[in-house]
Every structure is written in structure tokens, then in C-alpha cells.
């Protein structure tokens, strides 16, 4: 791990996990937002729900884009900035406009652009090198194409690879040490025999090989997910023991907003049926206290989960969670922040 990775580490740790958002809350705005270009995508990972999807897909238009970054109070500066949902970032026509408005906005002290890695062009790249993203998380998940089109459906194994190997040269090239650029490997049951090859394999050539082990059913409600998700060794490891629930701390640091400008209160709202407002057509202060997002902290303060739709059978709660502090500082966590006051 270098210098880098283990500040944003620490930062990471005192933002969410504890003292910095219990010192903050009621936070005037999210400090994370994931802006989903499009639900678009090249691939079709078995662990994923989109192509169960029956929302309609398309792709975000600059102007709800430019509405959301500029919403963003200069003094209330987001953590992260994570500009990909559901589908492939890189897929959208002007991928480029959006990201350069976001950089030239510096509305967030972290822009995180996750991608399969198949659309990443040479030019692409090099804009992103030149605006200095922060950082590029590419989903691999397979160390050979014949696991990864088992994994993913298609067979741009040896393309990725490619375009991942010249995406660093290129950076090299240009002198830069931005984008951080991960490979990411998602720990299931069927591919952690190649696990180790696949660290060898990236091991000098990538800034970081990242293997995550937050293998999720999202919010529970895809059968494909659960079906090929619940039964696994590596999801029962990690989820199995959740005795106790506590309320969910991403109630009270994040939104996501689809494509169209809904927005959703969490990234588990995948095919978008819990959406609590409109980009379009209210602000983002308007629908982070709103009533329904408020009856939604409010239900989980009070232990009454099942009866937030999206909420009631999601387990990610329970792997990184306040424990007992919001049921404890209820008054707190169900107040509104006064005006002038962050
Ligand atoms: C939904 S994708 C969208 C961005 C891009 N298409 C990609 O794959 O990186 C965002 C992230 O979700 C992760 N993901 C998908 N399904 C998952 C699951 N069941 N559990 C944990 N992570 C998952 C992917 O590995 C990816 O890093
Ligand atoms: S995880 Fe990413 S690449 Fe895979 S299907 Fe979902 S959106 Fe596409
Ligand atoms: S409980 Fe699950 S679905 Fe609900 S906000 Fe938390 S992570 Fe999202």
C-alpha cells in the first residue's frame, strides 16, 4: 500500500466510519453522490442486477448534470463524487463534458470514475489524465478470458486488458501520477482459484489491486443476484453473522441519482423503484430532508425496517455501520441542520 492509498484510507475512516459524520450530522448536504450517466453497459456480470432492469435506460443530459454540481455548496464539498451507477460511465457521448465541468467545479475533493474498462479509448484517457481525475477503478474480476466470459458474458477479456496496460503507459507518458488507477477483483466462491494469479498478473502495473470483498445482493430484490449470490461461501463470510440490525449509515451521507434525474436514496436502488425526488425539478437540499427520506431515517432510528420498501431485506448495513450511535443520538439524527451552520 503506498503513501496515497493509506491517506485516503484514513480520511475514509474518520469521514464515514464514525467520529467525522457523527460530528457532522444533520450534514447540510451528502457528502457522496454517484451521478449514473447511463444504465447502458457492454457487459453482463452474473453478479450484477441491471440487465434485470425494468426501468427505461438511457443516458443522463448535461443539464441535470450541470444542475447536481452546481447545487453543490462551495463550503459543503463533497467527499466523493463517484460519476458512475448502474451501467458503463464511459459509454455516455459526452463523457468528457461531464467530467470536465465536474473538475472545472472542483466541487468534490475526490472524482471516482468506476468502469469495465472495454469503452477506455486512448482519448478518453488522455483527457482524463489531462483534467487529473482522481481515480479509475476498473472491474476486472478474472485473470484469463475464459473465467471472465464465464463471469461476464462476453469475451473482451484480452481488450481490457490491452486498454488498462496503455491506459498506464500512456499516463507514464504524459508524465502523471493521476488517475490512481485500481483493478478491481470481486472475491466470489468461482473465481477466488485465480485470485492470486490475477495479483501477480497486475502486481508493477497497476497502482493498486484491489480485491473486494463487499459481494452484495443489493437490496435483495434481483432473483438472479440472490440465486447465484446467497448461497456463497464468500457472501455468508462476510454477511453471515448480523445478529443485531442497526440503522444504516448511508441514510445520512448519500444519494444517487438515475440517469433520468430521479434520485434514489442509496446505490441499492438499482432498477430506480425508490425514488424520493426529482433532480429536474427540486434541489438536492430539498430531497435530502425531505419527508420521505426523513420517515426513511426515522424507520430505521425506530427498528421498523420492513417498512422501508428498499431497506427491508438489504444486509450491506450490517458490514459497515454506526452500531447503536444514531438510535442513541435520535434527537440528533432526526433533526434538520440550521441555516449558515455545517
Ligand atoms: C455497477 S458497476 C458500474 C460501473 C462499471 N460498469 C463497472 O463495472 O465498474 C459498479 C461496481 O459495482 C460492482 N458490483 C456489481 N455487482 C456487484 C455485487 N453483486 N456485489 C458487489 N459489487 C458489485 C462492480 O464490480 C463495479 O465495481
Ligand atoms: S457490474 Fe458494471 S460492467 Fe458488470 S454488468 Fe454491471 S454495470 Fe456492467
Ligand atoms: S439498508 Fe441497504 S438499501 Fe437501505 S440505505 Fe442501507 S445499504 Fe441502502
Known sequence: MNFRQIKEQIKDKMYFRKKRLQARIPLPFPMVINIELTNKCTENCIWCPRDSMTRERGFMEFDVFKKIIDEIPRDQRLRRLY?????????????????????????????????????????????????????????????????????????HFNTIKNNVIKAIALRKEMRSNLPFIRVKFLETDHNLREKEFFR??????????FFEKDLSIWDGKSEKVN??????????????????????????????????????????????????????????????????????????????????????????????????????????????????KG
Open 83 to 155: 460519476v458512475h451507477w448502474m451501467g458503463e460511465p464511459l459509454l455516455h457521448p459526452e463523457f468528457l463534458k461531464f467530467i470536465e465541468y465536474a473538475k472545472s467545479e472542483d466541487k468534490a475533493e475526490s472524482i471516482v470514475i468506476a468502469t469495465n474498462g472495454f469503452p477506455l479509448s486512448k482519448d478518453v484517457m488522455k483527457r482524463m489524465i489531462e483534467l487529473k481525475i482522481d481515480e479509475l477503478f476498473v472491474a476486472i474480476d478474472a485473470a484469463n478470458p475464459g473465467s471472465y466470459s464465464e463471469f461476464k458474458n462476453t469475451d
Open 200 to 209: 501477480l498478473q497486475w502486481r508493477g502495473i497497476a497502482d493498486s489491486v
Open 227 to 340: 440465486k447465484y449470490i446467497k448461497s456463497m461461501g464468500c457472501y455468508l463470510k462476510h454477511y453471515g453473522d448480523l445478529a443485531i440490525r442497526y440503522p444504516c449509515d448511508r441514510l445520512w451521507y448519500l444519494l444517487a441519482v438515475q440517469w433520468n434525474g430521479i434520485v434514489s436514496p442509496c446505490v441499492c436502488d438499482w432498477n430506480g423503484e425508490n425514488g424520493i425526488g426529482d433532480i429536474r425539478e427540486q434541489s438536492i437540499e430539498e430531497i435530502w430532508y425531505s419527508d420521505i427520506l426523513m420517515s426513511y431515517r426515522s424507520h430505521h432510528i425506530n427498528r421498523t425496517f420492513e417498512k422501508v420498501k428498499l431497506c427491508s431485506v438489504c444486509a450491506r448495513w450490517g458490514t459497515r455501520n454506526m452500531g447503536d450511535w444514531l438510535t442513541k443520538h435520535k434527537r440528533k439524527a432526526l433533526s434538520r441542520p440550521q441555516i449558515g
